[in-house]
């Protein structure tokens, strides 16, 4: 899925369940800041939990705030003050006090949250750095981390279960289905698979595009001929996979020097 756009009402598609909270007593605070349970979002709520307190700022103010919280964000003070100034002004009177109680112990639980996901990740980075198998799908362009350990969680590091990328496709449910009965021919969606591991390369597959020439090529070349968004990035994973089973198979990181699909997309260097 693309970015989603946000509502004049300050909320995403499916917003979490914190940010349910505060449209009810503090509409302001959704959308402010990239994200609800970013450190620099719950340090806000810790010191403006409710409309009444958050009313105390002034653009002056809010800028020498987010000084004194070390801010670093891409929105300037007199955004971050508008945004609060237009938005619904929220519960007030006396039931902003329960509300303000429910939004501490909310910042509360995001904390604790962040602090055991930092721990995972730690583990997480550890595990695959520790991992024969990890400098290969690090390689990989955005896969990053956690991208990578996922991948190499699902795909695994026995060679002999996927003899050939034809095996691994259709395991990871991004090689179409063919079913033929006499003159009937017929190619369906892949249902039976590890969905695990199609959720994990397709998200890999969408966010490569950002990286790779050659990854954002085959999307355009399958949007271009009528396919849906979902149907164009099982394309571009499917494209990926006889990439990665050969890094893999062979133990080796991607090298986009030696991809050759890339390297054709890209301009010759001056002789």
């Not at 289905?177 to 009937?184: C, D, E, I, M, V």
């Not at 399958?222 to 990926?240: D, E, Q």
């Amino acid at each position: 899925m693309g970015p989603q756009q946000q509502s004049p009402c300050y909320i995403r598609a499916s917003p979490p369940a914190g940010a349910v909270h505060l449209l009810a007593c503090f509409p302001a605070a959704v959308g402010l800041f990239a994200a609800l349970d970013s450190p620099i979002s719950l340090r806000f709520l810790a010191r403006f939990p409710g409309p009444s307190k958050a009313s105390w700022l002034s653009a002056k103010r809010m800028n020498a705030w987010l000084a004194g919280a070390g801010y670093c964000g891409r929105k300037t003070a007199e955004e971050l003050f508008a945004h609060l100034d237009r938005a619904p002004t929220g519960i007030t009177g006396p039931a902003e006090h329960a509300m303000t109680v429910i939004t501490e112990q909310l910042v509360a639980t995001l904390r604790d949250l962040r602090t055991r996901i930092e721990v995972l990740d730690g583990q997480i980075a550890e595990s695959l750095a520790l991992h024969p198998d990890g400098p290969t799908f690090a390689s990989l362009p955005r896969a990053g981390v956690n991208r990578a350990a996922l991948l190499l969680a699902e795909i695994g590091d026995c060679r002999s279960r996927f003899p050939d990328d034809t095996a691994l496709a259709a395991a990871a449910g991004v090689a179409p289905s063919t079913r033929a009965s006499g003159k009937r021919h017929h190619v369906a969606f892949r249902h039976s698979c590890d969905k695990k591991l199609r959720e994990a390369l397709v998200d890999f597959a969408a966010d490569s595009r950002q990286a790779s020439p050659w990854a954002r090529d085959i999307y355009d070349r399958a949007r271009a001929r009528g396919k849906r968004h979902p149907h164009a990035v099982r394309i571009l994973a499917r494209a990926w996979l006889r990439v990665i089973w050969r890094c893999w198979n062979d133990q080796t990181t991607y090298q986009p020097e030696r991809h050759g699909g890339l390297q054709t997309l890209l301009p010759a260097a001056p002789a």
